[in-house]
């Protein structure tokens, strides 16, 4: 099956994009006598219609007031949330959800199995535009239905692929979901956006802008969305009626700030208790007494690699790209060059997601460096053709980091690399593309759930479009790995399968894996109670401690 993910411009945003927006007004109300955790946003979001969003300034925002079919532990594991068990049949192709008696909306009205049927069936209903829409498309007649508007569709086809969807209420109480083929992973996909329930009614009634007022948004998350300023403030409160019990909090606001530096200032003055640190700023924070105590570091479920070009020379040479890969000093440009907001890494998936494997090969080695390349083709740097690296202008940053990575290559390999600036939006759509991918560039993944399909299968098989067929990269024996474990439900028989494909996708060196992202925070003392994990993208525990995180309380 030919997967399809149109959810790649969110990696991009993610990646690439340097977004504006105003500086927004710090909020008022950490004078409330209520226990508010303020945290900043540095990018408003663009849409709130949970089956539309894709950034992750968006889908931070409805993780608060919706909640899917299952949610993620401590561990990144996936648990019960709103259905309190599942199992598939025999051979895989239907998963069905119990959900947990007296489940109700913040407003107290029953939440059903039909409220989970509409969401998927709106993630797939092409007037919908779901960014998301193919992470289902292994729900039989998903992809049909996603595609049954257009000049080429059949008369009709819209009504009956709608009526074919494989998502069925069987009562008030039980969801089931039929395959095209054996989905083990699918209960984790049924922890994200696309299976919040909305409500019908008023997504019909209210037009497609129905998720402004925020009347509109009667979730069943762990909290409720009381106001709504565009591009200041998104202010939610405990929810009573959530099934798990209230949260710890009495409310959360997103300040939103886009400058780094006014938002450091925000938190000086106690108008917050959360800010992203930029990379720019971490070295006088380090050399502060009062704020140095406060920074909270750690890895983010990001890998960021230097991809090539491998259909033309010289990266189509594997001892070249070896060359590339042992002498680049990854450890120093993340401590040195970025100011610590990265750590280094050698493979893809990182550390504490499933599947992520533990490797030494192509460390930082100049010597090994020079004997690769003296083994190439090129038999050295003299008859080496010209390389370009391509770089964002956005960020003025990545001039400098651009240069120091020319001077690695210079110094060890006596290779000359050329520098090009472009701007995100040119860059992105060079890079989306095989006839104009760059020979030379930073790109990078993060994350749409914590499993290794989302890792390797989507990203390296031989027909993806989100990466390796643009970069050139195919290897039959990793997609014949990959497919035994897409499909094989016992669970350490198909984690170690993943782990196998991992290890050949680091020996095929299809690029230099460089580091992983790290989340750096300041974090007020009085803030407890919460668990990092590297699914966190924009403010400590916001996955898994949103019951259990505390103002001024002893951390659980």
């Not at 729900?139 to 074919?164: L, M, W």
């Given at each position: 099956m030919t997967r399809s993910k149109p959810a790649v411009r969110a990696m991009f945003a993610f990646l690439l994009l340097t977004l504006l927006s105003p500086i927004a007004a710090v909020g008022t109300e950490a004078q409330s006598d209520d226990k508010i955790l303020r945290v900043r946003q540095p990018y408003y979001p663009d849409t709130l219609d949970p089956q539309k969003t894709?950034?992750?300034?968006?889908?931070?925002?409805?993780?608060?007031?919706?909640?899917?079919?299952?949610?993620?532990?401590?561990q990144q594991q996936t648990v019960p949330a709103a259905a309190e068990s599942w199992e598939f049949n025999a051979d895989g192709t239907v998963v069905t959800f119990h959900l947990r008696a007296g489940l109700t909306y913040a407003d107290g009205s029953p939440l059903t199995a039909e409220r989970f049927r509409y969401a998927a069936e709106r993630a797939c209903d092409p007037n919908t535009a779901a960014a998301y829409a193919g992470i289902l498309f292994d729900?039989?007649?998903?992809?049909?239905?996603?595609?049954?508007?257009?000049?080429?569709?059949?008369?009709?086809?819209?009504?009956?692929?709608?009526?074919?969807l494989g998502v069925k209420a069987l009562d008030d109480r039980t969801l089931e979901v039929r395959l095209t083929r054996p989905v083990p992973y699918f209960p984790t996909i049924a922890y994200t956006w696309v299976f919040f329930p909305v409500k019908q009614e008023i997504v019909e009634q209210s037009g497609e802008q129905w998720w402004q007022d925020p009347a509109n948004?009667?979730?069943?998350?762990?909290?409720?969305?009381?106001?709504?300023?565009?591009?200041?403030?998104?202010?939610?409160?405990?929810?009573?009626?959530?099934?798990?019990?209230?949260?710890?909090?009495?409310?959360?606001?997103?300040?939103?700030?886009?400058?780094?530096?006014?938002?450091?200032?925000?938190?000086?003055?106690g108008d917050l208790h959360v800010t992203q640190l930029d990379s720019s700023l971490i070295p006088a924070i380090q050399n502060d007494p009062v704020l140095?105590?406060?920074?909270?570091?750690?890895?983010?479920?990001?890998?960021?690699?230097?991809?090539?070009?491998?259909?033309?020379?010289?990266?189509?040479?594997?001892?070249v790209r070896e060359a590339f890969a042992y002498a680049l000093d990854r450890e120093t440009f993340c401590n040195e060059i970025r100011n610590g907001d990265c750590?280094?890494?050698?493979?893809?998936?990182?550390?504490?997601?499933?599947?992520?494997?533990?490797?030494?090969?192509?460390?930082?080695?100049?010597?090994?460096?020079?004997?690769?390349?003296?083994?190439?083709?090129?038999?050295?740097?003299?008859?080496?053709?010209?390389?370009?690296?391509?770089?964002?202008t956005d960020d003025p940053a990545e001039r400098p980091r651009a240069e120091w990575l020319a001077g690695q290559y210079r110094d060890i390999l006596g290779v000359m690399i050329e520098l090009e600036g472009l701007d995100s939006t040119t860059l992105a759509s060079l890079a989306k593309e095989p006839e104009t991918f760059p020979q030379l560039l930073w790109l990078g993944w993060g994350q749409d759930y914590p499993d290794p399909q989302n890792w390797l299968s989507i990203y390296w098989t031989c027909d993806t479009t989100l990466y390796a067929r643009q970069s050139g990269y195919c290897n039959a024996q990793f997609d014949e790995i990959i497919a035994r474990a897409d499909q094989e439900l016992h669970p350490e028989t198909r984690i170690g399968?993943?782990?196998?494909?991992?290890?050949?996708?680091?020996?095929?060196?299809?690029?230099?894996?460089?580091?992983?992202?790290?989340?750096?925070?300041?974090?007020?003392?009085?803030?407890?109670?919460?668990v990092p994990t590297s699914a966190d993208a924009t403010w400590p525990g916001q996955w898994t401690s949103l019951l259990t995180v505390d103002l001024g309380a002893a951390a659980a």
């Open positions: 894709s950034f992750i300034e968006e889908i931070s925002v409805s993780v608060l007031d919706y909640e899917g079919l299952t949610r993620l532990d401590k729900v039989v007649g998903c992809q049909t239905f996603a595609e049954s508007h257009g000049e080429n569709a059949e008369p009709g086809a819209y009504d009956t692929a709608k009526a074919n948004r009667i979730g069943n998350g762990p909290y409720s969305m009381t106001r709504l300023e565009p591009n200041q403030l998104i202010a939610f409160e405990a929810n009573d009626r959530y099934w798990n019990g209230r949260p710890r909090l009495d409310g959360i606001e997103f300040v939103y700030i886009d400058d780094a530096a006014v938002a450091l200032e925000a938190y000086k003055a140095n105590p406060e920074v909270l570091k750690y890895a983010a479920a990001v890998t960021i690699k230097l991809a090539m070009d491998l259909k033309s020379e010289p990266f189509n040479d594997k001892k750590t280094a890494t050698l493979s893809w998936i990182p550390e504490g997601v499933p599947g992520a494997i533990e490797t030494d090969a192509y460390a930082f080695d100049p010597e090994k460096a020079r004997e690769a390349l003296a083994q190439s083709s090129y038999g050295g740097p003299d008859n080496f053709p010209p390389v370009t690296f391509t770089y964002l399968l993943y782990e196998e494909a991992g290890r050949l996708l680091v020996a095929d060196v299809p690029a230099v894996f460089v580091y992983n992202m790290a989340n750096v925070f300041l974090v007020k003392p009085e803030v407890s109670g919460y």
